[in-house]
């Protein structure tokens, strides 16, 4: 099914352990974003891309880094996990066809 | 910056009732879209419904409905005959036109009581 996949859908991390949670689209769409969910404030944006080897940063980008080689992947690195990390994390894509954000199905990351 | 903000963290409706969840955002903007997310307890983001600022007809789909208020900044979303499984966190957002960045607010937690 088209969509957006991510894996994993659990983790449990140590601190200071480093990971690369992974998200693939197959609708073509252009841009690609993380987001991280915690209680009580929404959704922040970590990090976007609105293409092929182009990324920035959104709201809360310490702790991480992104990449986007192919239109298709666009995977999120925690480069040394810290327990402030323990977060539910989605991926999103939107195209020009799309009524509006399509999500992954979310990743729940505990670090400990 | 823009905001969005959800005032009611939870919220509690009888099973065929009519509820209204809140929303109010800061944007100097004209041109923008404002959506409606339901988050079930399978953690999956559901796009319910979409307002363009420039369209005045408040959006409709099925059982869900807007009060879009440009002027007082307000965007609420009624949901008409609620069901078990619209038990949910409700999250709005707003997207300028132009750019793809969402801004969300901080949800409001619906209870479905049978």
């Known amino acids: 099914n088209a969509g957006v996949t991510q894996t994993p859908k659990f983790q449990v991390l140590k601190t200071g352990q480093s990971m690369t949670l992974q998200c693939a689209q197959d609708?073509?769409?252009?841009?690609m974003s993380w987001y991280r969910q915690d209680p009580g404030m929404g959704l922040r944006l970590i990090h976007y891309s609105v293409g092929a080897g182009i990324t920035d940063q959104g709201e809360v980008p310490n702790g991480y880094n992104v990449s986007r080689s192919t239109t298709e992947d666009f995977p999120l690195r925690l480069l040394s996990a810290a327990p402030s990390q323990t977060s539910v994390y989605f991926c999103?894509?939107?195209?020009?066809?799309?009524?509006?954000?399509?999500f992954g199905s979310g990743t729940r990351l505990t670090v400990v | 910056a823009q905001t969005v903000t959800q005032s009611q963290p939870e919220m509690s409706v009888q099973e065929a009732e009519t509820v209204t969840l809140s929303c109010t955002y800061d944007t100097s903007e004209s041109d923008y879209y404002l959506f409606w997310y339901k988050q079930p307890p399978s953690r999956q983001m559901i796009l319910v419904i979409r307002?363009?600022?420039?369209?005045?007809q408040n959006a409709t789909e099925n059982r869900f409905s807007v009060n879009f208020q440009k002027a007082a900044k307000s965007f609420s979303l009624k949901i008409s005959d609620s069901q078990l499984g619209d038990a949910a966190m409700y999250f709005c957002?707003?997207?300028?036109?132009?750019?793809?960045?969402?801004?969300f607010g901080t949800g409001t937690r619906l209870k479905v009581l049978a």
């Open positions: 609708m073509n769409h252009e841009y």
């Open positions: 957002a707003y997207r300028s036109r132009g750019t793809y960045k969402y801004i």
């Open positions: 307002q363009e600022a420039y369209k005045q």
């Open positions: 999103a894509s939107y195209g020009q066809d799309n009524y509006g954000y399509t």
